[in-house]
């Protein structure tokens, strides 16, 4: 058994059928030949589809907008490189010699890529069930200490923080629409992102809360397309 296989064993209790899918999602594009952005792809949507289900399961409670934040949290960047840090990834993973030379084993991006191809490997190869058991056993500590409500930044402040991470101006956002009677309005408002040629739209009893929807769906979407 190779090194990498029995890292793979020990660290994700994972064993690949075909050995090839774990070569492949361990490879960054600046390596010669295929690399594994498919892969990558392919498990953004699987650990946020995973994630998602494992909260409505654990938190019956918990209503829709507090659940997003919380899958948020979980499948960002930031988090996933420190999973991908703690499970000493970077060393596993293989870089062009000019990402080796600068330190991109350490990189978050490439940490958080390279976990997420994983996550795509082990559906490939094992199914659903193998990689939501991965995935529960990586987020264990995490999925049992969830942050409370409001120890959660609001859409609209974690937004703004993305943009300007990313150097790309603020979100616009516009009431489009109010309807009812002055105690039973119902606002709509836009966010846009002008950079990013991305508009989302939410709805809400205040044009705070209106705002806050359509700045949720615009993180929601700003993951979904890797933007």
């Not at 594994?36 to 949507?45: F, P, Q």
């Not at 703004?160 to 709509?188: A, C, K």
Request: hydrophobic share 40%; glycine share 8%; net charge negative.
């Amino acid at each position: 058994m190779s090194p990498v296989d029995r890292w793979t064993n020990d660290t994700l209790r994972y064993q690949f059928r075909d050995p090839q899918l774990l070569r492949l999602a361990l490879k960054h594009r600046s390596a010669a030949g295929a690399h594994n952005e498919r892969l990558e792809y392919l498990g953004d949507a699987v650990l946020g589809l995973v994630v998602a289900e494992i909260l409505y399961q654990r938190l019956p409670g918990a209503d829709e907008g507090y659940l997003s934040r919380l899958r948020a949290n979980l499948v960002r960047r930031e988090t996933l490189a420190d999973v991908a840090s703690g499970l000493g990834l970077g060393e596993r993973i293989e870089l062009g010699s000019g990402e080796l030379k600068s330190g991109g084993f350490r990189r978050a991006s490439i940490l958080a890529n390279t976990l997420e191809a994983l996550f795509g490997a082990i559906y490939l190869d094992g199914g659903l069930d193998a990689v939501r058991d991965t995935i529960v056993t990586l987020y264990d500590r995490r999925l049992q200490d969830l942050p409370a409500p409001d120890a959660l930044k609001d859409p609209k402040t974690c937004l703004q923080e993305i943009l300007q991470s990313r150097s790309l101006d603020l979100p616009v956002y516009v009431i489009e629409n109010i309807e009812g009677d002055d105690h039973q309005r119902r606002f709509t408002a836009s966010c846009s992102v002008a950079a990013l040629e991305l508009k989302t739209a939410g709805e809400g009893s205040s044009r705070r809360a209106a705002e806050q929807g359509a700045a949720a769906r615009m993180l929601a979407q700003l993951h979904d397309e890797h933007a």
